[in-house]
């Protein structure tokens, strides 16, 4: 695995723990740290001992925004702005498509675009110390990291428009009564209920959560009888993997079947 200035990555058993650590200070996202996600999320995607992805942090920021040191504040930001977005939705494009389920893992501040960070993945687990913020009204700027998208498929639209416009601190009880959040747990059991949640996913049978999750994010982009075209189509290709030929055999012989993730 390549050695990362801003993040590191940790493989075991199946989980591959990315965890966020920007050289800039409080997880700030600069250009280098976008570029070193697009790295790990296409290495891993493209890894068959990947089986599952954690998307977490180091200290208390799980992200503070875009570093805004590099910005003056006038019309010459545009450039470094288009090319530090694009860089970032690249990573969250290919996280997002790989046949791997990705879980997130706060425990911190997730604001600007730390906080569109935690929208993508397919489950995420906050601890009590977890604080999120949409935050780009803060510096007059609109939302970007995906979160126009994912931010109302998972609030619904007026609640969305709620949290962009008011932009007040979302906490973690509240974060999981909108549906943010899968889970709240206590501070000192944070890291074992993520390593748990995650090595759950990671024996399952991996193909079918990828595709599973494509299709339940696609719906909203099709008609039912192209969605149900799609829904047939994955299921078939689902037979050609060796988990379904495991998967049957465990059901007609009364045991627990045993995923390979292929």
Do not use: W
């Amino acid at each position: 695995m390549v050695a990362y200035d801003n993040l590191s990555v940790d493989h075991e058993d199946g989980v591959a723990t990315v965890t966020l650590d920007s050289a800039a200070g409080r997880n700030a996202l600069t250009l280098e740290m976008a570029n070193e996600l697009v790295s790990v999320a296409t290495t891993l995607g493209e890894n068959p001992d990947t089986r599952c992805i954690v998307l977490t942090h180091a200290g208390d920021f799980f992200g503070s925004g875009a570093d805004l040191s590099a910005l003056s504040g006038d019309g010459s930001d545009a450039a470094h702005i288009r090319e530090l977005a694009g860089r970032a939705h690249e990573a969250i494009v290919q996280f997002h498509r790989t046949e791997t389920p990705v879980v997130g893992g706060v425990n911190g501040i997730a604001a600007g675009i730390g906080f569109s960070l935690t929208l993508f993945p397919d489950l995420l687990v906050l601890g009590e110390d977890a604080t999120l913020k949409f935050a780009y009204p803060g510096i007059g700027l609109t939302g970007d990291g995906g979160a126009t998208f994912f931010l109302p498929r998972l609030v619904g639209l007026r609640t969305a428009k709620e949290i962009a416009l008011r932009d007040e601190p979302i906490g973690p009880d509240e974060a999981r009564e909108l549906g943010l959040a899968n889970e709240v747990v206590p501070t000192d059991e944070f890291d074992d209920r993520l390593a748990t949640v995650a090595a759950e996913l990671a024996v399952g049978p991996t193909r079918a959560f990828g595709t599973t999750t494509r299709l339940l994010t696609d719906s909203y982009d099709r008609s039912l009888e192209r969605q149900l075209a799609a829904e047939t189509d994955g299921i078939a290709a689902a037979t050609r993997t060796e988990d379904y030929e495991r998967g049957l055999d465990a059901f007609f012989g009364d045991d627990d079947p045993d995923f390979v993730g292929r």
